[in-house]
């Protein structure tokens, strides 16, 4: 595992891990397939679907200080404010898929973004302290997003 958060390259090729292992796991299930344009651009959207372009979120450990938001560790996740941003000038289209490990079983969310705008604008916001002089293109805040508010989809083995 990677031992430093703030390793954005580090953490951005195990996302590509991930990606590929939930693709094995659920693509066909989900009607999702890693999106070809992320050979030649790295910032592509990971996944296409038949409706168009998708992102997977994967929530690996539990965000332990949600209650200070009010949202329960197990219902809670992050969702960077600069993703936020970037979908809405680049991708209002794109459909956001929240893979929550943490939990056991897992679970898979859904929602897609213009549906999510809404409850972007009410939710809570946490800053990374340790990133405020982040020069590596981390997030340095996030949404803080109760999974009551997304569509559940399925647990997931």
């Known amino acids: 595992m990677i031992s430093d958060n703030q390793a954005k390259d580090e953490w951005c090729r195990h996302g590509e891990v991930l990606e590929n292992e939930f693709i094995a796991r659920y693509g066909e299930l989900l009607q999702l397939q890693i999106n070809p344009e992320k050979a030649t651009n790295k910032y592509a959207p990971d996944l296409t679907h038949p409706c168009g372009i998708a992102d997977l979120k994967t929530q690996a450990t539990p965000f332990r200080t949600a209650g200070r938001y009010g949202i329960p560790t197990e219902r809670a996740v992050t969702f960077n404010r600069k993703d936020a941003v970037r979908y809405y000038q680049n991708y209002p289209e794109i459909h956001l898929y929240f893979w929550v490990r943490f939990l ?3 679970v ?4 897609g ?3 999510l705008v809404p409850i972007l604008k009410d ?3 946490h800053t990374y302290q340790q990133r405020k002089g982040d020069t590596s293109g981390n ?9 009551n508010q ?3 989809l399925m647990e997931a083995t």
């Open 104 to 106: 056991n079983p897992s």
């Open 108 to 111: 898979i969310y859904t929602i």
């Open 113 to 115: 973004f213009d549906e």
């Open 123 to 125: 939710a809570p916001t």
């Open 139 to 147: 997030a340095r805040e996030s949404f803080v997003l109760d999974t």
């Open 150 to 152: 997304l569509i559940f």
